[in-house]
């Protein structure tokens, strides 16, 4: 076993922290949070990444969960854990993450962008606790949210996104929160019509779309995504999950990698797809 030379680990200057990357998580299904299944393991080795490489000093999270009229950003020190679902069972409400929020990153978010709005009227909802939990399972690490104006068309969001660009030089790692497809609707008929197997030939032709976009950075495409057809309908009968995808899109640098983490498409019309940026 070699021993570090104490005196070189004691002169040795304080870690800088550069360009932290970005991540859009495709988190599907609350129960996620419970499961130990090739995606979640995927969360965990991103997470084991930036606990060794480039540990956060804070989590910005824009979440498919929380839409309002207008932008808000959460500002509360401790944040509540929202339970933003039902029908699910009583075991997926006892999980715990008890997180500290960071009303000073917060903060910056309204210096950045003077019309967002501070609130500590919200919490970290499943879109954020159900992967973090995974990824970052001590909770050491300071979390709070940005709202997705629902009222306001895509370029509004893409554009807005990228004054949170200065936030990756402090230290903070933004994630996008969402599904690229998300059809609940169809995704419990054809699953319970067809099996926990089945998936529509639309959710992966959609899919296979968006990855051709975002390989060849084609953001306008993405932003005006109707213009894939009948498909997109289908696979975004609202935007509030694809959103978050564009948040993150936003955030890339001219030459930064862009490498998918998990690819997958699950419970009939759900895409998985999750990527990070830098």
């Known amino acids: 076993?070699?021993?570090?030379?104490?005196?070189?680990?004691?002169?040795?200057?304080?870690?800088?922290?550069?360009?932290?990357?970005?991540?859009?998580?495709?988190?599907?299904?609350?129960?996620?949070?419970?499961?130990?299944?090739?995606?979640?393991?995927?969360?965990?080795?991103?997470?084991?990444?930036?606990?060794?490489?480039?540990?956060?000093?804070?989590?910005?999270?824009?979440?498919?969960?929380?839409?309002?009229?207008?932008?808000?950003?959460?500002?509360?020190?401790?944040?509540?854990?929202?339970?933003?679902?039902?029908?699910?069972?009583?075991?997926?409400?006892?999980?715990?993450?008890?997180?500290?929020?960071?009303?000073?990153?917060?903060?910056?978010?309204?210096?950045?962008?003077?019309?967002?709005?501070?609130?500590?009227?919200?919490?970290?909802?499943?879109?954020?606790?159900?992967?973090?939990?995974?990824?970052?399972?001590k909770a050491d690490i300071p979390v709070f949210q940005l709202s997705i104006d629902y009222q306001k068309p895509l370029k509004y969001h893409f554009d807005l996104a990228k004054q949170l660009k200065p936030l990756r030089e402090k230290g903070v790692l933004i994630i996008g929160s969402g599904n690229i497809v998300h059809n609940l609707r169809l995704s419990f008929q054809g699953v319970r019509e067809q099996g926990e197997e089945f998936v529509y030939d639309w959710v992966i032709e959609f899919d296979e779309w968006a990855k051709e976009k975002i390989d060849s950075r084609d953001f306008k495409s993405l932003i005006n995504y109707e213009s894939a057809g009948t498909i997109a309908k289908l696979a975004v009968p609202t935007i509030d999950h694809y959103v978050p995808m564009l948040y993150s899109l936003a955030l890339i640098g001219k030459k930064e990698d862009l490498v998918y983490t998990h690819e997958e498409v699950t419970f009939g019309a759900m895409s998985m797809r999750c990527f990070k940026i830098g």
């Open 1 to 137: 076993m070699i021993i570090p030379d104490l005196k070189t680990i004691t002169n040795s200057s304080p870690r800088k922290i550069d360009k932290i990357p970005v991540l859009f998580i495709g988190h599907g299904n609350p129960m996620n949070a419970l499961y130990n299944n090739s995606f979640t393991k995927s969360l965990a080795r991103v997470g084991y990444e930036f606990i060794n490489d480039k540990k956060p000093k804070a989590i910005l999270v824009i979440s498919a969960h929380w839409l309002t009229d207008g932008t808000f950003v959460n500002v509360s020190p401790d944040p509540e854990i929202i339970y933003d679902f039902s029908g699910f069972p009583e075991e997926l409400s006892k999980v715990r993450y008890p997180v500290s929020g960071s009303p000073e990153y917060a903060h910056q978010v309204k210096k950045l962008i003077a019309s967002v709005e501070e609130t500590e009227d919200w919490g970290i909802d499943h879109g954020s606790w159900s992967v973090l939990k995974h990824m970052f399972p």
